[in-house]
């Protein structure tokens, strides 16, 4: 019989970039439900910080990691880690990225080119191979990666996070039959939401660009949660590989 619940009573969540934006709705909302959730980034105090917030409002489990995404050796070890503190992952949710700044394209030093790559692509792979073998072996789980509309529309300001975020899609693609049919991966591809970064914005420039989105403005970071609240549940038991563009119809 079907449950037509978001219920996570018991289930293990792990949330990479978990301590703010995006990745801080998500782990209220899992934790809301019943989860046991883990959060990680590169700053543990802003991970403990989190935790005490969200574990005050839900009574909760919320376990504080310090993770470097882009680090593929503390990537090895976390998997191993955080499988073993909280008896096996039954979610995990690739949401740790960024997109600095550079000012020109040919100006881009390789020092950033890598930088981008590992946190938005090497390290959610890395993660999602050993999290997820281990998932199938243990018979079966989610994975949710968090990839963004500059993959799909690509511009001249985002060139490294582009490239990687479109190598996460094709990712999600290929770790979804590596894995399946016990282990479902999806991805959600945002458009813009009003994070802690949108703060630096251009306030009066945005608004104007945000016209031209259906919606005609830029996303709270909760409402990203529904998206990814259905993916990594039961209700979504039939939905493997897919791209779930989640922006406001900017993209549209």
């Keep these: 019989m079907s449950t037509w619940t978001f219920d996570f009573t018991d289930r293990k969540i792990v949330i990479t970039g978990g301590s703010r934006g995006l990745g801080f709705q998500m782990a209220r909302a899992f934790s809301s439900l019943g989860a046991d959730v883990a959060i990680a980034s590169r700053r543990l105090a802003a991970c403990e910080d989190a935790a005490a917030v969200i574990t005050a409002e839900t009574g909760g489990t919320v376990r504080p990691y310090a993770l470097h995404v882009a680090d593929w050796e503390q990537c090895t070890r976390f998997a191993q880690t955080v499988w073993d503190d909280m008896g096996g992952v039954d979610v995990l949710v690739n949401n740790a990225g960024s997109s600095p700044l550079y000012d020109s394209i040919s100006g881009i030093s390789e020092e950033l080119y890598d930088k981008v790559i590992g946190l ?11 999290l997820g073998e281990k998932m199938a072996e243990a018979g079966g789980g989610a994975i949710v990666n968090i990839s963004s509309i500059a993959s799909l529309h690509p511009r001249p300001a985002t060139v490294p996070y582009s490239a990687a975020k479109a190598g996460l899609n094709a990712t999600t693609t290929a770790l979804a039959h590596a894995y399946g049919p016990s282990v479902r991966v999806n991805c959600v591809v945002p458009g813009t939401f009003l994070t802690d970064v949108s703060h630096h914005w251009d306030e009066e420039a945005f608004t104007e660009r945000a016209q031209t989105f259906a919606a005609k403005r830029g996303g ?31 993209s549209s």
Excluded: C, H, I, Q
């Design 120 to 130: 938005n692509l090497k390290g959610p792979f890395r993660l999602a191979a050993l």
């Design 220 to 250: 709270e970071p909760e409402e990203v949660v529904g998206a990814v609240l259905y993916l990594a549940s039961s209700l979504a038991s039939y939905t493997t590989g897919a791209l779930l563009t989640v922006d406001g119809g900017a």
